[in-house]
């Protein structure tokens, strides 16, 4: 099923259960795919042209020097500016998939073909693009948007459960952007987010991104639950998944917004998120390594005046889109508390 276009985005969408060849580039084109998902897009029997390469992907792999053999193996192939990049894995093989992609030749077309529930609901659309520095994540990087986006959920068959239900937070972030309680509620239930819930949040991001592309304004909505999320990731020397921080900064961000006055989303639908994140607690890191993070976010809006700079504060509400404003990094310390506590208490799920 190809979603309708959105205006300002160049990205034709697609959500498939299977993948078929019928979506693969009409002219030349060569594969760059994550090594975990190779036997699947085998026993497809999905082509690999020529100069195609698998490789194995994890986080500590996505480093600019691994792209360049990348590079150097496409230009002896003779690959022209009219060839396709076909990426095929999780986020990490399409973010660096992406920015071969930007730098090759100045920019070659590429097509998203995520495997991960994160990199389906999430990365793989939006034309962001990067690789880590020493100094932190996605630190290098371009916007790229690939030319097509397919997320085909067979793929997930093979994903292991810790990363589909850290995937399920971004699709839980969707629905508390949008205010929609009973959606967000839907998505905790057991199982695979159904090909519904999926299309929606794409619908949504690929919207949002095309009025925003470069992350001026609206587009930082799409932040929710990041704010925090980086610095308890990154404090939890990345033991806690991307997904899995951002579902912790979802909760915590609902406390923010109620603390600054706005109306709160229901009490079991909290009770029912902080059960599901109940099992991070040994892992959740204490606040007070989360506030020199906080104070480095690479959005800071910076200082107006002698105090602290401000931060971008991503605030959901029931039945509204959410508000953003900017916040001192400090506010966050009680709804990282308030939420702390909520944990200790939290029954785990059965
Ligand atoms: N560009 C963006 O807008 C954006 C947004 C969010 C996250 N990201 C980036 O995405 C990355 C995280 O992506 P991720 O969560 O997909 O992790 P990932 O790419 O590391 O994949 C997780 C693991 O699953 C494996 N895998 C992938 N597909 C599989 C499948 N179908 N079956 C079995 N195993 C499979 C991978 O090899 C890896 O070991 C981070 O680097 C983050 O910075 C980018
Ligand atoms: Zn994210």
Not at 230 to 256: D, M, P, T
Request: glycine share 10%.
């Amino acid at each position: 099923m190809e979603l309708p276009a959105a205006d300002g985005l160049p990205t034709r969408i697609f959500v498939e259960e299977a993948p078929h060849a019928g979506l693969l580039p009409e002219g030349r084109w060569v594969l760059l795919g994550d090594a975990a998902v190779r036997d699947t897009w085998r026993s497809a029997g999905l082509p690999e042209p020529p100069g195609s390469r698998w490789v194995p992907v994890s986080e500590a792999t996505k480093r600019l020097e691994v792209l360049v053999p990348w590079l150097e193996g496409w230009a002896e192939a003779g690959l022209d500016r009219a060839a396709t990049v076909v990426a095929v894995g999780g986020g990490v093989l399409t973010d660096m998939a992406g920015l071969a992609a930007a730098l090759y030749m100045r920019g070659i077309p590429w097509h998203a073909w995520p495997t991960t529930l994160l990199s389906q609901v999430d990365a793989g659309l939006g034309g962001k693009t990067a690789v880590d520095l020493a100094a932190g994540k996605n630190l290098a990087g371009a916007f790229h948007h690939p030319a097509r986006f397919v997320a085909c959920r067979s793929f997930l068959a093979t994903l292991p459960p810790r990363q589909l239900d850290s995937g399920r937070w971004e699709l839980v972030k969707m629905a508390l952007m949008a205010g929609d309680a009973a959606w967000a509620r839907a998505l905790l239930a057991p199982g695979m987010p159904g090909a519904d819930s999926l299309a929606r949040a794409l619908r949504t991001k690929a919207e949002i991104v095309g009025r925003d592309p470069r992350e001026a304004g609206e587009r930082r909505l799409l932040n929710l639950g990041h704010t925090l999320g980086h610095a308890l990731e990154a404090a939890s020397a990345f033991r806690l998944l991307h997904g899995e921080a951002v579902g912790l900064g979802c909760l915590a961000a609902c406390f923010l917004a109620e603390a600054e006055g706005l109306p709160p989303f229901p009490g079991d639908l909290l009770a029912a998120m902080a059960a599901r994140l109940a099992p991070l607690r040994p892992d959740l890191p204490a606040w007070e390594a989360c506030l020199p993070l906080l104070r480095r976010d690479k959005k800071a809006v910076g200082a107006d005046g002698p105090g602290e700079s401000r931060i971008h504060c991503i605030l959901p509400r029931p039945h509204a889109l959410a508000d953003q404003r900017p916040l001192p990094p400090q506010v966050w310390r009680r709804p990282h508390e308030r939420m702390a506590r909520l944990l200790q208490s939290s029954e785990m799920p059965t």
